[in-house]
């Protein structure tokens, strides 16, 4: 099993700030890529900022400048500090981790979290 557990949201106001953090635990392994999306009401779930096992960050446009996606290997983690956060920013926030477990053959799958709430007041 695996479980990823994220923690950070709350209620801000425009221009405040939010730190989220994951943790994966259980089987996982090889986690090549570990990040965050969200999801607003009425829209698509979208990619916003995670880092490849490489090291090598991405952070996506709507959120370029503003946030900063960070990553501790030895403890399966992730982080995303969120400043100048605006209205259009609130959504649930997913944590992603692709890896692999024994269970699943080795093969890499998508693993997600249950979310967390950021809701950004104008």
């Known amino acids: 099993q695996v479980q990823l557990v994220e923690s950070g949201g709350g209620l801000v106001q425009a221009g405040g700030s939010l730190r989220l953090s994951c943790a994966a635990s259980?089987?996982?392994?090889?986690?090549?890529?570990m990040g965050w999306y969200r999801q607003a009401p009425g829209k698509e779930r979208e990619l916003v900022a995670g880092?490849?096992?490489?090291?090598?960050?991405t952070i996506t446009d709507p959120v370029k400048g503003r946030f900063t996606v960070s990553r501790d290997n030895a403890k399966n983690t992730v982080y995303l500090q969120m400043d100048s956060l605006n209205p259009e920013d609130t959504a649930v926030y997913y944590c992603?981790?692709?890896?692999?477990?024994?269970?699943?053959?080795?093969?890499?799958?998508?693993?997600w979290g249950q979310g967390t709430q950021a809701t950004v007041s104008s």
């Open positions: 259980g089987s996982i392994f090889d986690i090549n890529f």
């Open positions: 880092v490849s096992s490489n090291g090598i960050p």
């Open positions: 992603n981790a692709i890896g692999r477990t024994y269970n699943s053959g080795g093969r890499l799958t998508n693993y």
